[in-house]
């Protein structure tokens, strides 16, 4: 069974910083994307950041380059999202996501996903 069990979510003031953590089991983890979508109230759900921890690529939305650090450790089966400079519009419900590299194209797990963790919220201040 596919899990991912999401973390790390907090109230933090503009400027400030988060570190969210995404522990994936029930799949071979470095034959993934694993990454992280947000969704705020009656917006749709939008791709934030996502890794291939089997080749060490990362993706990143243009809103969040410069600012989120996304990094795996392939021995824990974990994904973190480093979230830095944080602005109020960053708040939201961050969602765990995993799309298997095989079907897909490196960016496309910015768009799409096969399975997804429950959701943080991450409430930023300003």
């Known amino acids: 069974e596919v899990q991912l069990q999401a973390s790390g979510g907090g109230l933090v003031q503009a400027g400030g910083s988060l570190r969210l953590s995404c522990v994936a089991s029930g799949f071979t983890f470095d034959s993934y994307y694993i990454g992280w979508f947000r969704q705020v109230p009656g917006k749709e759900r939008e791709g934030v950041s996502c890794i291939s921890p089997g080749v060490n690529s990362r993706f990143y939305a243009d809103f969040v380059k410069g600012r989120f650090i996304i990094s795996s450790d392939n021995a824990k089966n974990t994904v973190y999202l480093r979230m830095n400079s944080l602005k109020p519009e960053d708040a939201g419900v961050y969602y765990c996501?995993?799309?298997?590299?095989?079907?897909?194209?490196?960016?496309?797990?910015?768009?799409?996903?096969?399975?997804w963790g429950q959701g943080t919220q991450v409430t930023v201040s300003s």
């Open positions: 996501a995993a799309l298997p590299r095989d079907y897909y194209r490196d960016y496309d797990c910015l768009y799409e996903s096969d399975y």
